[in-house]
């Protein structure tokens, strides 16, 4: 349980040399798995395909001028038939569906990756992390 105590005795939030090292080890194992490769392939695909970036745009946009009567039950059927109809059509887009499927696949290699951390330090690893990273 070294690195528990080196995490302990350094709780300021600045890493040791050693703990540089390990995270820049692990960032470097993490960025050579199968799962982090095809999700940067399926972003470069989904940034160079402009259907499929019109179609997101197109939900994006009716999404946000939805939000307030979606959120309030304001929403008609029809409002929500045409949310729904845009979304599809995104779903539809072969590099949209390549690009959610990559993205699943390696937030399921960050969480294995934190539940192993955690278990290792012995530390709640996802919890100690900020909102949004692929680890919680």
Do not use: H
């Amino acid at each position: 349980m070294a690195g528990t105590e080196a995490l302990a005795v350094n709780n300021t939030g600045i890493a040791t040399p050693e703990q540089e090292k390990a995270i820049a080890r692990f960032a470097q194992a993490l960025s050579a798995t199968p799962a982090f490769m095809a999700f940067e392939a399926a972003a470069a695909r989904l940034s160079s395909d402009t259907a499929a970036l019109a179609a997101l745009q197109a939900y994006q946009e009716k999404l946000q001028s939805l939000d307030l009567s979606l959120r309030f039950g304001f929403a008609t059927s029809e409002e929500r038939d045409e949310l729904e109809r845009l979304r599809q059509a995104c779903d539809a887009q072969p590099s949209v569906a390549a690009y959610a499927a990559a993205q699943r696949e390696l937030s399921a290699l960050c969480q294995a990756a934190a539940d192993t951390l955690s278990e290792r330090l012995g530390i709640e690893y996802a919890a100690a992390c900020k909102t949004g990273s692929c680890c919680g």
